[in-house]
T-cell receptor
């Protein structure tokens, strides 16, 4: 596709349920990032994948959060036992990461998660 | 530690007036700085980026930003606001950690006719 896509666009779940969010990066982009934007706050970095290297998980807020990426394709962000404070827009981005420290990150439209 | 501070969560200007959105940063290494824009009901788009090649950076839609190391600032400007500029603007820093971006809190720009 032409850009980063995310699904679902909206997700409403009950407290305590698990959710999976999906991200399809731009074809050929080796780096993939997840961010979270809670209402009235800026974006928070969650996790970063670069090729086959170990991911940078330094932004994950708790062990209920995990993410996987197969090769240089799709990534899924999983939140277990969701809490109301997990309600946010979850954004995915990808970049070429062809050795350029300044590689531009291209963002998807986001998944709006609401935990009741 | 890295941080980005955007001064003013809301800025309102008249159509045709100067737009000035302020951003200050803190970084222990030479920073790479970006401005992203988020239009209503749309995703984040890159406006411009500073990569140390030139301190005055020109972006899309007539926006530009100047990197001032002595002031640790990267303010965004546009000489004449247009109604279509109404959006939320984020100043973003990439510092020590490859890939990780640090976002400012965002500034919502309103343009009045």
């Amino acid at each position: 596709g032409a850009g980063v896509s995310q699904s679902p666009s909206n997700k409403v779940t009950e407290k305590g349920k698990d959710v999976e969010l999906r991200c399809d990066p731009i074809s050929g982009h080796t780096a993939l990032y997840w961010y979270r934007q809670r209402l009235g706050q800026g974006l928070e970095f969650l996790i970063y994948f670069q090729g086959n290297s170990a991911p940078d998980k330094s932004g994950l807020p708790s062990d209920r959060f995990s993410a996987e990426r197969t090769g240089e394709s799709v990534s899924t962000l999983t939140i277990q036992r969701t809490q109301q404070e997990d309600s946010a827009v979850y954004l995915c981005a990808s970049s070429l990461a062809a050795g350029g420290y300044t590689d531009t990150q291209y963002f998807g439209p986001g998944t709006r998660l609401t935990v009741l | 530690a890295q941080s980005v501070t955007q001064l003013g969560s809301h800025v309102s200007v008249s159509e045709g007036a100067l737009v000035l959105l302020r951003c200050n940063y803190s970084s222990s290494v030479p920073p790479y700085l970006f401005w992203y824009v988020q239009y209503p009901n749309q995703g984040l788009q890159l406006l411009l980026k500073y990569t140390s090649a030139a301190t005055l950076v020109k972006g899309i839609n007539g926006f530009e930003a100047e990197f001032k190391k002595s002031e640790t600032s990267f303010h965004l400007t546009k000489p004449s606001a247009h109604m279509s500029d109404a959006a939320e603007y984020f100043c973003v820093l990439r510092g020590t950690s490859y890939g990780k971006l640090t976002f400012g809190q965002g500034t919502i720009l309103t343009v009045h006719p």
